[in-house]
C-alpha cells in the first residue's frame, strides 16, 4: 500500500480554517484517501474518504489534485473540540486490504482560543 | 449509529496470566480488526477476521490469538502476557461490501501487565 507523509503537528486557533496535507507519492490507480480522527483516550473516527477532486461531509472537505499524490483535508472554523490526531490513509477498496492497513502516526492537532 | 463495544476500558494482569479482550459490534458487519496503539507507534494490526472463524495475521500477532464464533464478536487473547503487551487495544469492524477503510472502532481498552 502507498506510503503517507503527513506533519507531525500543527497548531491554529478557534475560528480558522486548517489544512492538513499528506503526501502520497506512490498512490495506486485504484486507492482511495482517507481520514481519520482520535481524540485522547478514544478510538478513531472516520471523518471523510475520497478518490479525486473535491469531497465535502458536513464535518470537513477533501482536496485532491488530478495527479493525487497528496491530499489536503479541509476543516472550517475550527474550535477547541476539533484538537485531535489526525490520520491519513491510503489503500485500495475491499476485504482484501483490510489486513495491510496502515494508520501511522498521524498529524496532532492543536487548536487555541 | 453503529456501535462497538468492548468488555473493559481498564485491565490489569499480572505476567503470565491468560488474557481475554471481548469485543462486540451491533451493525451487522463482516469485518473485524484487534489494533494496539502506543505512543510513537501509531497503530498496529494484530489482527483480521472477514467472517466467522475466518482470522488473519496483522502485523504484530506474535503473543496473539484471536476467536471468532459467531459474527458480532471478536475475541483477542492474551496466551501468557508479558509486560511488553502493556498497551491500548483498540477493536474495530467494518462492512465487506464498499472501502474496508471505514472502519468503526470502539473506545478501546487499556491493558497494564505487572
Known amino acids: 500500500l502507498a506510503k503517507t507523509t503527513q506533519p507531525i503537528s500543527m497548531d491554529s486557533y478557534e475560528g480558522q480554517e486548517v489544512n492538513i496535507t499528506c503526501s502520497h507519492n506512490n498512490i495506486a490507480t485504484n486507492d482511495y484517501i482517507t481520514w481519520y480522527q482520535q481524540f485522547p483516550s478514544q478510538g478513531p473516527r472516520f471523518i471523510i474518504q475520497?478518490?479525486?477532486t473535491k469531497v465535502t461531509n458536513e464535518v470537513a472537505s477533501l482536496f485532491i489534485p488530478a495527479d493525487r499524490k497528496s491530499s489536503t483535508l479541509s476543516l472550517p472554523r475550527v474550535s477547541l473540540s476539533d484538537t485531535a490526531v489526525y490520520y491519513c490513509l491510503v489503500g485500495p477498496p475491499g476485504y482484501s486490504s483490510a489486513s495491510k492497513i496502515i494508520f501511522g502516526s498521524g498529524t496532532r492537532l492543536s487548536i487555541r482560543p | 449509529d453503529v456501535k462497538v463495544t468492548q468488555s473493559s476500558r481498564y485491565l490489569v494482569k499480572r505476567t503470565g496470566e491468560k488474557v481475554f479482550l471481548e469485543c462486540v459490534q451491533d451493525?451487522?458487519?463482516?469485518?473485524m480488526f484487534w489494533y494496539r496503539q502506543d505512543p510513537g507507534l501509531g497503530l498496529r494490526l494484530i489482527y483480521f477476521s472477514y467472517d466467522v472463524k475466518m482470522k488473519e495475521k496483522g502485523d504484530i500477532p506474535e503473543g496473539y490469538s484471536v476467536s471468532r464464533e459467531k459474527k458480532e464478536r471478536f475475541s483477542l487473547i492474551l496466551e501468557s502476557a508479558s509486560t511488553n503487551q502493556t498497551s491500548m487495544y483498540l477493536c474495530?469492524?467494518?462492512?465487506?461490501?464498499?472501502?474496508?477503510?471505514?472502519?468503526?472502532f470502539g473506545p478501546g481498552t487499556r491493558l497494564t501487565v505487572t
Open positions: 474495530a469492524s467494518s462492512p465487506q461490501s464498499g472501502s474496508s477503510y471505514e472502519q468503526y
Open positions: 451493525m451487522d458487519h463482516e469485518n
Open positions: 475520497g478518490y479525486k
